[in-house]
Protein backbone atom coordinates (compact mmCIF):
# COMPACT_ATOMS: atom_id res chain seq x y z
CA UNK A 1 0.00 0.00 0.00
CA UNK A 2 3.11 2.24 0.89
CA UNK A 3 6.76 2.74 0.66
CA UNK A 4 6.17 2.90 3.87
CA UNK A 5 7.85 0.38 6.52
CA UNK A 6 5.48 -2.28 8.44
CA UNK A 7 5.76 -1.04 11.87
CA UNK A 8 8.82 1.22 14.43
CA UNK A 9 9.67 0.07 17.36
CA UNK A 10 9.38 3.47 19.63
CA UNK A 11 11.82 4.41 22.46
CA UNK A 12 10.97 7.08 25.07
CA UNK A 13 13.76 8.33 27.22
CA UNK A 14 13.76 10.43 29.77
CA UNK A 15 10.34 12.48 28.45
CA UNK A 16 9.32 15.04 30.27
CA UNK A 17 6.69 18.11 29.75
CA UNK A 18 6.67 20.83 31.94
CA UNK A 19 3.95 23.48 30.25
CA UNK A 20 4.77 26.76 30.80
CA UNK A 21 3.55 28.33 34.20
CA UNK A 22 3.17 25.02 35.87
CA UNK A 23 5.12 24.18 38.80
CA UNK A 24 4.79 20.28 38.59
CA UNK A 25 5.74 18.26 35.02
CA UNK A 26 2.69 17.33 33.52
CA UNK A 27 5.01 13.95 32.72
CA UNK A 28 8.40 13.68 34.61
CA UNK A 29 11.08 11.53 32.92
CA UNK A 30 8.80 8.52 31.43
CA UNK A 31 11.26 5.68 29.87
CA UNK A 32 9.45 3.15 27.81
CA UNK A 33 10.26 0.60 25.39
CA UNK A 34 7.43 -0.52 22.91
CA UNK A 35 8.53 -3.27 20.53
CA UNK A 36 7.65 -2.90 16.54
CA UNK A 37 4.39 -4.04 15.73
CA UNK A 38 2.76 -4.30 19.43
CA UNK A 39 0.21 -2.71 20.49
CA UNK A 40 0.72 -0.94 24.00
CA UNK A 41 -2.31 0.52 25.52
CA UNK A 42 -2.40 3.50 28.10
CA UNK A 43 -4.65 3.61 31.17
CA UNK A 44 -4.47 5.98 33.88
CA UNK A 45 -6.57 8.60 35.66
CA UNK A 46 -7.77 11.53 33.82
CA UNK A 47 -5.28 14.34 33.90
CA UNK A 48 -2.22 12.13 34.37
CA UNK A 49 -0.37 13.12 31.03
CA UNK A 50 -1.77 10.02 28.45
CA UNK A 51 -2.49 12.81 26.10
CA UNK A 52 0.50 14.88 26.30
CA UNK A 53 2.53 11.96 26.32
CA UNK A 54 1.30 10.88 22.75
CA UNK A 55 1.19 14.38 21.24
CA UNK A 56 5.11 14.43 22.06
CA UNK A 57 5.75 11.47 20.05
CA UNK A 58 4.47 12.82 16.75
CA UNK A 59 5.69 16.31 18.46
CA UNK A 60 2.18 18.03 18.50
CA UNK A 61 4.22 19.43 21.93
CA UNK A 62 7.47 19.94 22.24
CA UNK A 63 9.26 17.86 24.86
CA UNK A 64 10.56 19.79 28.19
CA UNK A 65 13.62 17.34 27.90
CA UNK A 66 14.43 13.24 26.89
CA UNK A 67 14.34 11.72 24.00
CA UNK A 68 12.07 9.77 21.39
CA UNK A 69 13.40 7.27 18.99
CA UNK A 70 11.63 5.42 16.46
CA UNK A 71 12.73 2.76 14.69
CA UNK A 72 16.17 3.20 16.61
CA UNK A 73 16.36 7.18 14.77
CA UNK A 74 16.01 9.60 17.47
CA UNK A 75 13.10 11.98 16.34
CA UNK A 76 13.10 14.30 19.34
CA UNK A 77 14.96 17.00 16.91
CA UNK A 78 14.37 16.71 12.71
CA UNK A 79 11.93 17.91 10.88
CA UNK A 80 8.19 17.21 12.82
CA UNK A 81 6.18 17.48 9.99
CA UNK A 82 8.33 14.39 8.41
CA UNK A 83 7.56 12.38 11.41
CA UNK A 84 3.79 13.01 11.61
CA UNK A 85 3.81 11.45 8.24
CA UNK A 86 4.81 8.31 9.52
CA UNK A 87 2.06 8.60 12.42
CA UNK A 88 -1.52 7.82 12.28
CA UNK A 89 -3.33 10.03 15.05
CA UNK A 90 -6.98 9.71 16.30
CA UNK A 91 -6.94 12.62 18.57
CA UNK A 92 -9.35 12.42 21.60
CA UNK A 93 -11.59 15.26 20.43
CA UNK A 94 -11.49 13.50 17.08
CA UNK A 95 -10.85 16.92 15.27
CA UNK A 96 -12.08 16.41 11.58
CA UNK A 97 -11.57 19.52 9.15
CA UNK A 98 -15.36 21.28 9.30
CA UNK A 99 -15.54 22.69 5.86
CA UNK A 100 -14.53 19.21 3.77
CA UNK A 101 -16.24 16.47 3.50
CA UNK A 102 -15.86 12.94 4.86
CA UNK A 103 -13.98 11.33 2.01
CA UNK A 104 -11.59 14.49 1.48
CA UNK A 105 -10.74 14.42 5.56
CA UNK A 106 -9.99 10.50 4.82
CA UNK A 107 -8.14 11.03 2.21
CA UNK A 108 -6.32 14.53 3.08
CA UNK A 109 -2.86 12.91 4.00
CA UNK A 110 -2.60 10.30 1.70
CA UNK A 111 -3.43 13.43 -0.96
CA UNK A 112 -0.43 15.15 0.43
CA UNK A 113 2.16 12.70 0.28
CA UNK A 114 1.10 12.89 -3.61
CA UNK A 115 -1.25 9.52 -3.96
CA UNK A 116 -2.66 8.96 -7.34
CA UNK A 117 -6.20 10.12 -7.61
CA UNK A 118 -7.14 6.18 -7.94
CA UNK A 119 -5.11 5.09 -5.74
CA UNK A 120 -6.33 7.47 -3.15
CA UNK A 121 -9.49 6.62 -3.70
CA UNK A 122 -9.61 3.01 -3.55
CA UNK A 123 -8.21 3.56 -0.30
CA UNK A 124 -10.85 5.81 1.16
CA UNK A 125 -13.31 3.18 0.18
CA UNK A 126 -10.95 0.50 1.63
CA UNK A 127 -10.88 2.00 4.78
CA UNK A 128 -14.50 3.80 5.20
CA UNK A 129 -15.50 0.06 5.12
CA UNK A 130 -13.06 -1.06 7.74
CA UNK A 131 -14.59 1.61 10.24
CA UNK A 132 -18.02 0.41 9.14
CA UNK A 133 -19.22 3.55 7.15
CA UNK A 134 -21.23 3.32 3.93
CA UNK A 135 -19.27 5.41 1.30
CA UNK A 136 -22.77 5.74 -0.75
CA UNK A 137 -24.21 7.35 2.49
CA UNK A 138 -21.42 9.66 3.90
CA UNK A 139 -18.59 10.16 1.70
CA UNK A 140 -19.62 13.27 0.54
CA UNK A 141 -21.42 14.68 3.60
CA UNK A 142 -19.79 17.09 6.67
CA UNK A 143 -18.54 16.17 9.72
CA UNK A 144 -21.31 18.25 11.24
CA UNK A 145 -23.97 15.88 8.84
CA UNK A 146 -22.20 12.97 11.65
CA UNK A 147 -23.18 12.11 14.83
CA UNK A 148 -19.98 11.70 17.40
CA UNK A 149 -19.38 8.27 17.22
CA UNK A 150 -19.47 8.23 13.29
CA UNK A 151 -17.31 11.12 13.60
CA UNK A 152 -15.18 9.22 15.55
CA UNK A 153 -14.99 6.49 13.33
CA UNK A 154 -14.23 8.68 10.30
CA UNK A 155 -11.34 9.91 12.56
CA UNK A 156 -10.13 6.66 12.43
CA UNK A 157 -10.32 5.92 8.86
CA UNK A 158 -8.11 9.32 8.48
CA UNK A 159 -5.62 7.85 10.61
CA UNK A 160 -5.21 4.61 8.89
CA UNK A 161 -5.66 5.84 5.20
CA UNK A 162 -1.83 6.83 4.37
CA UNK A 163 -1.15 3.15 6.28
CA UNK A 164 1.58 4.72 8.70
CA UNK A 165 3.98 2.67 10.33
CA UNK A 166 2.63 3.41 13.83
CA UNK A 167 -0.96 4.37 15.14
CA UNK A 168 -1.45 7.18 18.20
CA UNK A 169 -5.27 6.19 19.21
CA UNK A 170 -6.71 8.65 22.30
CA UNK A 171 -9.81 6.93 23.17
CA UNK A 172 -10.81 6.46 19.62
CA UNK A 173 -13.91 4.53 20.78
CA UNK A 174 -14.90 6.53 23.16
CA UNK A 175 -18.00 8.13 21.72
CA UNK A 176 -19.85 4.93 20.10
CA UNK A 177 -22.60 2.81 21.45
CA UNK A 178 -21.47 -0.13 23.18
CA UNK A 179 -22.70 -2.73 20.10
CA UNK A 180 -21.16 -0.52 17.31
CA UNK A 181 -17.65 -0.05 19.99
CA UNK A 182 -17.35 -4.40 20.29
CA UNK A 183 -17.30 -4.19 16.30
CA UNK A 184 -14.85 -1.88 16.63
CA UNK A 185 -12.89 -3.54 18.90
CA UNK A 186 -13.29 -7.13 16.94
CA UNK A 187 -12.79 -5.19 13.61
CA UNK A 188 -9.70 -3.47 14.99
CA UNK A 189 -8.11 -6.72 16.50
CA UNK A 190 -8.21 -8.43 13.49
CA UNK A 191 -6.99 -5.76 11.21
CA UNK A 192 -4.07 -5.42 13.69
CA UNK A 193 -3.30 -9.22 12.86
CA UNK A 194 -2.97 -8.47 9.69
CA UNK A 195 -0.80 -5.06 9.63
CA UNK A 196 1.09 -5.30 12.89
CA UNK A 197 1.88 -1.95 12.73
CA UNK A 198 3.02 -0.14 16.25
CA UNK A 199 0.04 1.16 18.36
CA UNK A 200 -0.11 3.44 21.31
CA UNK A 201 -4.24 3.31 22.52
CA UNK A 202 -5.47 4.97 25.07
CA UNK A 203 -8.66 4.30 26.67
CA UNK A 204 -10.12 4.39 30.38
CA UNK A 205 -11.64 0.97 29.66
CA UNK A 206 -10.06 -1.88 31.08
CA UNK A 207 -12.14 -4.48 29.21
CA UNK A 208 -11.47 -2.41 25.94
CA UNK A 209 -7.28 -3.02 27.41
CA UNK A 210 -7.52 -6.28 28.18
CA UNK A 211 -8.50 -7.56 24.85
CA UNK A 212 -6.87 -5.08 22.53
CA UNK A 213 -3.21 -4.96 24.30
CA UNK A 214 -0.29 -6.79 23.55
CA UNK A 215 0.56 -4.49 26.85
CA UNK A 216 -0.78 -2.30 29.18
CA UNK A 217 0.67 0.74 30.71
CA UNK A 218 -0.82 1.13 34.10
CA UNK A 219 0.31 5.16 34.48
CA UNK A 220 -0.46 6.90 37.70
CA UNK A 221 0.54 10.60 38.54
CA UNK A 222 2.75 12.54 35.72
CA UNK A 223 2.76 9.95 33.42
CA UNK A 224 4.68 7.15 35.57
CA UNK A 225 4.72 3.84 35.11
CA UNK A 226 2.93 1.88 37.37
CA UNK A 227 2.55 -1.18 35.85
CA UNK A 228 4.07 -2.37 31.87
CA UNK A 229 3.00 -5.95 31.88
CA UNK A 230 0.89 -8.33 29.48
CA UNK A 231 -2.58 -8.48 29.98
CA UNK A 232 -2.33 -11.88 31.53
CA UNK A 233 0.44 -10.05 33.72
CA UNK A 234 -1.38 -7.46 34.90
CA UNK A 235 -4.46 -9.42 36.38
CA UNK A 236 -1.98 -12.33 37.93
CA UNK A 237 0.40 -10.43 39.21
CA UNK A 238 -0.76 -6.86 39.76
CA UNK A 239 1.83 -4.61 41.15
CA UNK A 240 0.15 -2.50 43.88
CA UNK A 241 -3.42 -1.69 44.99
CA UNK A 242 -4.11 0.87 42.24
CA UNK A 243 -3.63 -2.01 39.51
CA UNK A 244 -5.76 -4.65 41.80
CA UNK A 245 -8.30 -1.41 41.73
CA UNK A 246 -8.11 -1.66 37.87
CA UNK A 247 -8.81 -5.38 37.63
CA UNK A 248 -11.25 -5.68 39.98
CA UNK A 249 -12.32 -8.48 41.73
CA UNK A 250 -13.07 -10.90 39.45
CA UNK A 251 -9.79 -12.41 38.82
CA UNK A 252 -10.08 -15.78 37.75
CA UNK A 253 -13.11 -15.00 35.17
CA UNK A 254 -10.68 -12.49 33.86
CA UNK A 255 -7.63 -14.75 33.40
CA UNK A 256 -10.13 -17.30 31.50
CA UNK A 257 -10.67 -14.93 29.01
CA UNK A 258 -7.18 -15.04 28.38
CA UNK A 259 -5.55 -18.09 28.27
CA UNK A 260 -6.79 -20.05 25.05
CA UNK A 261 -7.64 -23.87 24.83
CA UNK A 262 -4.96 -24.54 22.51
CA UNK A 263 -2.51 -23.51 25.81
CA UNK A 264 -4.11 -26.12 27.92
CA UNK A 265 -5.53 -28.72 26.37
CA UNK A 266 -4.76 -32.28 28.28
CA UNK A 267 -4.14 -35.21 25.59
CA UNK A 268 -5.26 -37.44 28.70
CA UNK A 269 -8.69 -36.13 28.76
CA UNK A 270 -10.33 -38.31 25.99
CA UNK A 271 -13.47 -36.58 24.61
CA UNK A 272 -14.52 -39.26 22.68
CA UNK A 273 -15.77 -38.21 18.71
CA UNK A 274 -19.49 -37.12 19.35
CA UNK A 275 -18.25 -34.20 22.24
CA UNK A 276 -18.17 -30.73 20.66
CA UNK A 277 -15.07 -29.55 19.15
CA UNK A 278 -13.62 -26.22 20.06
CA UNK A 279 -10.48 -24.41 17.89
CA UNK A 280 -7.11 -24.42 19.56
CA UNK A 281 -7.63 -20.63 19.81
CA UNK A 282 -10.59 -20.63 21.76
CA UNK A 283 -10.72 -18.67 25.22
CA UNK A 284 -10.84 -20.83 28.44
CA UNK A 285 -13.96 -18.38 28.86
CA UNK A 286 -15.44 -19.00 25.56
CA UNK A 287 -14.58 -22.90 26.25
CA UNK A 288 -16.37 -22.79 29.76
CA UNK A 289 -19.65 -21.30 28.52
CA UNK A 290 -19.59 -24.37 25.98
CA UNK A 291 -19.13 -26.80 29.19
CA UNK A 292 -21.93 -25.04 30.83
CA UNK A 293 -24.47 -25.66 28.54
CA UNK A 294 -24.00 -29.32 30.08
CA UNK A 295 -21.83 -30.66 28.16
CA UNK A 296 -19.36 -33.02 30.52
CA UNK A 297 -15.86 -32.76 28.02
CA UNK A 298 -15.01 -30.80 24.42
CA UNK A 299 -12.39 -31.89 22.22
CA UNK A 300 -9.89 -29.39 21.16
CA UNK A 301 -8.38 -29.51 17.44
CA UNK A 302 -5.68 -27.60 16.22
CA UNK A 303 -5.39 -25.46 12.84
CA UNK A 304 -4.80 -28.49 11.31
CA UNK A 305 -8.28 -30.07 12.25
CA UNK A 306 -6.35 -32.79 14.32
CA UNK A 307 -7.14 -33.74 17.87
CA UNK A 308 -4.69 -31.92 20.64
CA UNK A 309 -5.98 -32.98 23.59
CA UNK A 310 -9.88 -32.46 25.33
CA UNK A 311 -11.19 -30.16 28.56
CA UNK A 312 -12.98 -30.42 31.26
CA UNK A 313 -14.41 -28.27 34.26
CA UNK A 314 -11.44 -29.84 36.29
CA UNK A 315 -8.68 -29.02 33.52
CA UNK A 316 -10.42 -25.26 33.13
CA UNK A 317 -9.73 -24.95 36.90
CA UNK A 318 -6.28 -26.59 36.99
CA UNK A 319 -5.61 -24.17 34.08
CA UNK A 320 -6.33 -21.43 35.58
CA UNK A 321 -4.63 -22.23 39.53
CA UNK A 322 -1.40 -22.82 36.67
CA UNK A 323 -1.35 -20.18 35.39
CA UNK A 324 -2.17 -17.91 38.67
CA UNK A 325 1.05 -19.90 39.85
CA UNK A 326 3.51 -19.41 37.05
CA UNK A 327 2.86 -15.67 37.43
CA UNK A 328 3.26 -16.00 41.08
CA UNK A 329 6.92 -17.42 40.20
CA UNK A 330 7.48 -14.70 37.63
CA UNK A 331 6.70 -16.91 34.68
CA UNK A 332 5.94 -14.99 31.75
CA UNK A 333 3.91 -16.30 28.80
CA UNK A 334 3.27 -14.68 25.21
CA UNK A 335 -0.17 -16.87 26.50
CA UNK A 336 -2.00 -13.50 27.32
CA UNK A 337 -0.94 -11.09 25.00
CA UNK A 338 -3.76 -10.13 22.19
CA UNK A 339 -0.76 -11.03 19.91
CA UNK A 340 -1.63 -14.63 20.14
CA UNK A 341 -5.31 -14.31 21.07
CA UNK A 342 -5.37 -12.50 17.74
CA UNK A 343 -3.64 -14.44 15.45
CA UNK A 344 -5.67 -17.22 17.42
CA UNK A 345 -9.22 -15.40 16.35
CA UNK A 346 -7.91 -14.62 12.90
CA UNK A 347 -8.90 -18.44 11.33
CA UNK A 348 -11.87 -18.52 13.52
N1 LIG B 1 -1.65 23.28 27.17
C1 LIG B 1 -1.56 23.02 28.47
N2 LIG B 1 -1.06 23.94 29.33
C2 LIG B 1 -0.95 23.68 30.64
N3 LIG B 1 -1.31 22.52 31.21
C3 LIG B 1 -1.80 21.55 30.41
C4 LIG B 1 -1.97 21.75 28.99
N4 LIG B 1 -2.47 20.62 28.46
C5 LIG B 1 -2.64 19.77 29.48
N5 LIG B 1 -2.24 20.32 30.65
C6 LIG B 1 -2.23 19.66 31.98
O1 LIG B 1 -1.35 18.54 31.91
C7 LIG B 1 -1.87 17.44 32.64
C8 LIG B 1 -1.96 16.23 31.72
O2 LIG B 1 -2.97 16.46 30.74
P1 LIG B 1 -3.34 15.38 29.63
O3 LIG B 1 -4.28 16.01 28.68
O4 LIG B 1 -2.08 14.85 29.08
O5 LIG B 1 -4.07 14.28 30.52
P2 LIG B 1 -4.77 12.90 30.10
O6 LIG B 1 -4.08 11.82 30.85
O7 LIG B 1 -4.80 12.77 28.63
O8 LIG B 1 -6.25 13.09 30.70
P3 LIG B 1 -7.68 12.55 30.13
O9 LIG B 1 -7.78 11.12 30.55
O10 LIG B 1 -8.65 13.41 30.89
O11 LIG B 1 -7.73 12.79 28.67
C9 LIG B 1 -3.22 17.91 33.20
O12 LIG B 1 -3.05 18.28 34.52
C10 LIG B 1 -3.58 19.11 32.33
O13 LIG B 1 -4.36 20.03 33.06
MG1 LIG C 1 -6.35 12.75 27.25
Known amino acids: MSDMPAAL ?3 LEDLTKIYAGSPEPAVDRVNMDIAAGDLVVFVGPSG ?7 KMINRLIEPSSGIIRLGGKDVTKGDPVQLRRQIGYVIQS ?22 PKGKLAA ?5 MAIVGLDPDKFAKRYP ?11 GVARALAADPPVLLMDEPFGATDPITRLNMQREFRKLQQ ?4 TVIFVTHDFEEALLLGDKIAVLGDRSKIVQYDTPLGLVGRPADQH ?3 FVGSSVHVRLLGLITAGKVADPSIAAGPEAPQVVAGTTLRDTLDVLLGGIASVRVVGDD ?6 LDYAAVQRAVSGELAELAAGGTQPTGSARSLRAAAAHR
Open 9 to 11: GIE
Open 48 to 54: CGKTTTM
Open 94 to 115: IGLFPHMTIEANIGEVPKMLGW
Open 123 to 127: RVLEV
Open 144 to 154: RQLSGGQQQRV
Open 194 to 197: DLGK
Open 243 to 245: VSA
Open 305 to 310: GKTVGG
